[in-house]
Each structure stands twice: as C-alpha cells, then as structure tokens.
C-alpha cells in the first residue's frame, strides 16, 4: 500500500515513538541488574517499567489506540517522581535511571500523541 503524503500511517509495528517507548520500558526494568539499589527501588523499576514496555507493545501492535500514547505520559511521570516517592534517592544510578527514562517517556508520550490522534482519525477511513 502506497503512502499518501500527509497521512499518518496506521500499519502496525510502524511507529519509532512505541519502539523508544519499548526500549526505555526494558531498561527500566533491567535496570537494578546494573545498579545498586533497594527493594523498593527495584520493584519500582521492573513494575513500571515491565509497564511501559507493555504498553510500548500495546501501541505498536494497534497504533489507532490513543489511549496509550496518555498512559505513556503518567507512567514517564511516575517513574520520574519515584525516586523521591519510594525514598531510593540514596541509590545514585537507580535514581538518575528513573530521572533520565521517566523524562524521556513522557517526551516520546508526548510526541505520540498527534501521531495517534491521526492514526485515530484515519483508521475508519480504510
């Protein structure tokens, strides 16, 4: 199927927002293997990240879902504000990890977000 200019692409497995999406979720939650860390902070970072990733995937397999790109956004900001949240500021790696991918998380939710409203828009149109 041929891409028609200025439309958004509803293929799925199509989108490099959710494939960052999915990266920054695994890292997350491999992250206490390469950092010191507590309990809290570990279960932290693999929940939420486990989370993300998931929904990295969600977004790639049906990339008309909006709903994904929003919950995004609050799982970056989450993980951006766990640190302090789960009291593992002491652990300088795992917090810096959580700073770095939660702020990034919600730039690549952010910067989804037209990009699923389009596909939103455009997928009935097929």
């Given at each position: 199927m041929a891409r028609i200019p200025g439309?958004?692409?509803t293929r799925s497995w199509s989108r490099p927002h959710d494939f960052?999406?999915?990266?920054?979720g695994v890292?997350?939650?491999?992250?206490?293997?390469?950092f010191d860390t507590n309990t809290a902070a570990t279960w932290t970072m693999v929940v939420l990240g486990a989370l993300i990733a998931l929904d990295g995937l969600v977004s790639l397999a049906m990339p008309s879902l909006v709903y994904g790109e929003a919950v995004q956004?609050?799982?970056?900001?989450?993980v951006f504000i766990s640190p302090w949240?789960?009291?593992?500021?002491?652990f300088t790696g795992a917090s810096w990890a959580?700073?770095?991918i939660?702020?990034?998380?919600?730039?690549?939710?952010?910067a989804a977000l037209p990009v699923a409203n389009?596909?939103?828009r455009t997928a009935g149109q097929h």
């Open positions: 439309r958004t692409s960052a999406e999915l990266v920054f890292v997350l939650a491999l992250s206490p293997i390469w956004v609050v799982l970056g900001a989450l949240v789960m009291s593992y500021t002491e959580s700073w770095i939660g702020g990034l998380t919600v730039v690549a939710g952010v389009a596909a939103h």
